[in-house]
């Protein structure tokens, strides 16, 4: 079965980490842009973070640049999201989707997969 998967949400305080996984199954990444997505409760979806097949091109949302770090490992067939200095605000559920590269926010099948969404909740 060809999947995405995310994992590495959870419950955090104001500040503080997490670290988010985009795994993939039946098929290798290495070749394919990848997205970061979050969608809140009555938000629009916004497009967070992307990274090039090569690892060497990112862009970032002016909302987390700076706090957050999108890399990939090839030989894992994961691509990360490193997140830092959480703030309520990002409160949401963050989804990877494989290309096409950018923070555009694009009807979803425009994008080959999702993944089901890891909820990241940021609260005292």
């Known amino acids: 079965q060809l999947q995405l998967v995310e994992s590495g949400g959870g419950l955090v305080q104001p500040g503080g980490s997490l670290r988010l996984s985009c795994s993939a199954s039946?098929?290798?990444?290495?070749?394919?842009?990848i997205v970061w997505f979050r969608h809140a409760p009555g938000k629009e979806r916004e497009g967070v973070s992307c990274i090039d097949s090569g690892g060497g091109v990112t862009n970032y949302a002016d909302s987390v640049k700076g706090r957050f770090t999108i890399s990939r490992d090839n030989a894992k067939n994961a691509v990360y999201l490193q997140m830092t200095s959480l703030k309520p605000e990002d409160t949401a559920v963050y989804y990877c989707?494989?290309?096409?590269?950018?923070?555009?926010?694009?009807?979803?099948?425009?994008?080959?997969?999702w993944g089901q969404g890891t909820q990241v909740t940021v609260s005292l």
């Open positions: 989707a494989v290309g096409p590269w950018g923070l555009d926010v694009r009807p979803r099948d425009h994008y080959a997969y």
């Open positions: 039946g098929f290798t990444l290495e070749y394919l842009a």
